[in-house]
């Protein structure tokens, strides 16, 4: 048996232990075969490490095929290389920014982190979305700020959705960004660890809320910022940590930044693929997440997600392939597709399934 972490888990392996939270929820029992899907939902859950047993060997995947990819494309697209160009500069300039904080103790300027951060936002006029631009931007060197950076301009986008006041939106933003600074203030060696955490390292690696709390105490910024520090791994059905919180004792704009870092995670490319497939992530969302994170939040983001692939095209688990041409409101993951003549409504049949964007 041996422990690691989410992101080296392969389909195929086994798990060797039950996988709870830490809350002594059920994730996955003892000898669950892992899947893609499985895999994915694990990050749902905030699960950072995994028991599986060291006698099982996952089989080769098998080749992805000749033609292009939907993220492939995106990656060899002028929008994209625009955006990556930009983004490294923002990413050194926010790395900079918040190891100064950190380690140096100087002043957090939130207005220079903001004007920084959004100007990659601002920049893009072209048709490729934001969120599909992040799916691919998963090469810089420190995976912490990226993710940071990520989380923030998802945040961004989302409560533009939201349709909240300028203030609130950079507010949000801000959140975001910030985020996830407690894990500064945990050993690097622990946070890239490349093998299995001890229990010690991994009791460590849930101590970074608090820290960043703390830290943006003393840096006497705006409370919700703190909070989203604090809360961002707090689940409404009090299945988070570090206080199992419930509901309305959780910030919202904690709330916020919780659905936007699990999106973040669960769509990042592993070492057996590419980006999921945003449908994929959706569904999980549905089939789990509906509890844990705030209704009216969790919804609209979804919705919104879904709606910007519209007229996409798209492969289903039969092979066919089609073009996104409605939405159902009662279940987002399941949209009607038109292959050919034939109008295919997923949510009519259960079966099948969108495997991948073209």
């Known amino acids: 048996m041996k422990k690691l972490s989410t992101l080296q888990l392969v389909p195929g392996m086994i798990v060797a232990d039950d996988v ?4 002594h929820q059920m994730v996955l ?15 749902l859950y905030g699960i950072l490490t995994v028991h599986v047993k060291d006698d099982v060997i996952p089989p080769e995947s098998e ?16 929008e994209f290389q625009a955006f990556k160009a930009s983004y490294e500069i923002e990413a050194d ?32 006029t072209g048709r490729i979305g934001i969120l599909d631009l992040l799916h691919n931007m998963r090469e810089y060197d420190d995976s912490t700020f990226a993710h940071c950076l990520n989380v923030g301009l998802i945040c961004n986008v989302f409560t533009h959705w939201l ?10 933003t801000a959140c975001g960004l910030l985020h996830d600074i407690g894990k500064l203030l945990i050993p690097h060696d622990i946070i890239a660890k490349p093998g299995k955490l001890t229990d010690t390292e991994y009791l460590q690696i849930q101590k970074h809320p608090a820290e960043g709390y703390q ?68 569904e999980i969302f549905e089939a789990e997440g509906l509890q844990k994170y705030d209704v009216k939040y969790v919804l609209c983001f979804l919705e919104n997600i ?19 041409i409605f ?32």
Do not use: W
């Open 20 to 23: 709870m939270t830490p809350n």
């Open 29 to 43: 029992p003892k000898d669950t075969l892992l899947t893609d899907s499985l895999i994915t939902k694990l990050e």
């Open 63 to 78: 080749p992805l095929p000749g033609i292009p990819s939907y993220f492939e494309r995106i990656k060899s697209s002028p």
């Open 93 to 124: 300039a926010f790395k900079n920014m918040i190891n100064n904080v950190v380690k140096k103790h100087t002043q957090l300027d939130i207005s220079e982190l903001l004007n920084r951060s959004l100007r990659m936002v601002t920049n893009i």
């Open 163 to 172: 349709k909240l006041s300028d203030a609130e939106v950079e507010l949000a």
């Open 215 to 282: 830290l943006l105490r003393e840096q006497n910024v705006n409370e919700h910022i703190c909070n989203a520090a604090l809360m961002h791994h707090e689940r409404c059905d009090g299945s988070g940590y570090p206080l199992g919180l419930r509901g309305s004792q959780i910030d919202a704009y904690a709330k916020i930044v919780a659905i936007a870092d699990v999106y973040d995670a669960m769509t990042a490319a592993r070492v057996y693929r590419g980006p999921i497939c945003p449908f994929r992530v959706i």
């Open 306 to 324: 879904v709606n910007s692939y519209i007229q996409n095209r798209c492969r289903l688990s039969d092979g066919r392939e089609g073009e996104i």
């Open 327 to 358: 939405i159902n409101k009662l279940k987002f993951s399941r949209p009607v597709v038109r292959c050919g003549n034939e109008y295919v409504d997923l949510a009519e049949n259960p079966t099948l399934y969108i495997e991948s964007l073209l």
